[in-house]
């Protein structure tokens, strides 16, 4: 694969803060009192996600956002977006890294709602646990499907996507009837370490 140069953030963009191990501990507390069960990771099979050290600019979301991805991620999702271009799909990124303490955010404001725990970590990892913290997971769309629903997976970027993600590192986190008892989510791809 051809050698992805990196764009560099405008000048009023910063990366993300990430949380020291303390910061994150306090994060992790406050989501369990919230009401995230203590044994969550040993139950649903999934570890601690550490933040990174170096995250990538990688453009802005669909909301205009600026995103994020550890370099490597970066470099991949660049030459697959390209290549899914050539092939005349568009992929938009919808979210990239999200901090433990942006997670917390989102939990807080589902509890607002009324939102049983439960039924948020259904749809939600817990803070700790997000894909996201780790600036290797990518939630994305193309236009003329709803975002984040699972009408994606009737998508010319869905099919694209099942043949040809795993080829630049991405791969489908949590497919029907995952281990993590995590709604299916076929907009949700991670990066698995190869290199680009």
């Known amino acids: 694969m051809k050698r992805v ?12 803060a990430t949380a020291d191990t303390a910061r994150r501990r306090e994060l ?3 989501s369990r009192q919230m009401g995230v069960p203590r044994g969550y990771g040993r139950e649903r099979g999934l570890r601690i996600v550490a933040e990174p050290r170096t995250l990538a600019f990688i453009g ?21 977006r390209a290549d899914a271009a050539k092939g005349l799909v568009e992929l938009q ?6 901090s433990v303490e942006y997670q917390v955010g989102i939990i807080e404001r589902k509890v ?3 939102l049983a725990m439960a039924d948020i970590l259904k749809v939600s990892a817990a803070p700790g646990y997000s894909e996201h913290h780790s600036g290797r997971a990518l939630d ?18 869905f099919a694209w996507l ?9 791969a489908l986190s949590y ?16 990066w698995h370490r190869r290199r680009v």
């Open 112 to 114: 607002a709602r009324g």
């Open 175 to 190: 497919p029907r009837g995952n281990p993590h008892a995590i709604a299916y989510e076929p907009w949700h791809w991670c």
């Open 28 to 30: 992790v507390a406050r």
């Open 60 to 80: 802005y979301d669909i909301s205009q956002r600026p995103q994020w991805l550890i370099p490597d991620a970066a470099r991949a999702w660049f030459a697959m």
């Open 162 to 170: 099942v043949r040809h993600a795993g080829g630049y590192g991405f």
């Open 93 to 98: 990124v919808v979210s990239a890294f999200r």
């Open 140 to 157: 994305v769309t193309t236009p003329g499907f709803a975002v984040l629903e699972e009408e994606f997976e009737r998508s010319p970027a």
């Open 5 to 16: 140069h990196l764009p560099a953030p405008p000048a009023d963009v910063a990366p993300p």
